[in-house]
């Protein structure tokens, strides 16, 4: 032990023993790289494990070459045959600096570093490997799904070994092959985010359906019903009948009776097939208001007035002006004078502009 003292002495124990200190010595653990300290051990992960060899692992240690040492890697602590080749990941290696041969005998190897090999070998996302989706479709239109906690990002390529992830925007081609990786950042780790490997990218066929897309407005009262019973245009009221969904892409149908917004656009599918969709825009325009059932009199030496201000408001409010009666009065004017003594019917009838 470094800086203990021992004795030497006959085996018949009547000799006088002789005292020797013994002095060990040897060369600092070499600083590594990823840590930046002289760590007794520690655990390293890669992203691309594979041909990582002993000349990597030595590239990750700073080597005290002034004093002409260099790296060398062992698989047991204690062992003399140094390692070279592939490292295997879950294997444990021993790295040490250690004299370079051609130097004078005497100086020492260091203590060896403990290293832990642990491969972040990142697998490709989960992803259906045909896609069917409309003419016009954009890579972010392809589905794939990460499966990892710390999953940050899904990239689609043009070819495996591409390094250069394509746009969101980029426009698909029909029966062209995608490759798609994730991107994994492990909180623990303490290297960069990792990637899929390009050889274990996930291929994807790509089909693309002719798009069949139907543009039309349908025009609403912005009331509905009859006497004083009236609510908002619904989903329901549009044209034709069946399931009506909020964009091209919706997978939930709306209610019937969600109010229709104006000016908002609404997707009608033909079956299963989103390729082939009518949109509506739907425009709302004022409910033509007549007003409600009135009865007023007159007296008979009374002043012509204009008949529609006498009628009674509904409950959209007091009566548009722009309606006419019948029988007719002209300008809507009633004037009792032109009528005997009596009771007399005038419907007010005010024009839809639908």
Known sequence: MDGETYYVGGESGQCERITITVVVESELLPQNTITNDRSSGFTFSNCTPTNFDEGDLSDLFVVDDENNYRIAVYTTEEG??????????????????????????????SQRVAFGYDPNQIEAPD???????????????LEAEGTYNNTQAIRWYRSRNATSPLAAGTELIS?????????????????????????DRAEVVVELTPT???????????????????RG?????????????ADETSTEPLDPNTELVDEEDYFNRDGDNECSQL??????????????TTQTSFCENGEPENLVDRINDSQLG??????????????????PSEYEPGNYNFTYIVESFA
């Not at 069949?212 to 009236?230: P, V």
């Not at 007091?318 to 004037?335: H, Y």
């Open 80 to 109: 003399s045959d140094e390692f070279t080749g592939e490292l295997v990941a879950g294997n444990s290696y021993y790295i040490a600096q250690v004299p370079i041969s051609t130097i004078e005998p005497g100086n020492c190897p």
């Open 127 to 141: 992803t259906e490997t045909s896609q069917t989706l409309c003419e016009g479709s954009t890579v972010a239109d």
């Open 175 to 199: 029966g062209q092959v995608y490759y798609v990786g994730q991107v994994v950042n492990d909180a623990e780790r303490i290297t960069p985010p990792c990637e899929t490997p390009t050889a």
């Open 212 to 230: 069949d897309l139907t543009e039309e407005t349908q025009r609403f009262c912005e009331s509905i019903g009859e006497g004083n019973n009236f």
């Open 233 to 245: 245009p619904e989903v329901q009221d549009l044209s034709p009948a069946g399931e009506w969904f």
């Open 279 to 292: 949109r509506v825009t739907a425009d709302f325009f004022s409910t033509p208001n007549a007003g409600s």
């Open 318 to 335: 007091a009566p548009d002006q722009t309606g006419s009666f019948s029988p007719t009065l002209e300008n809507n004017i009633f004037d």
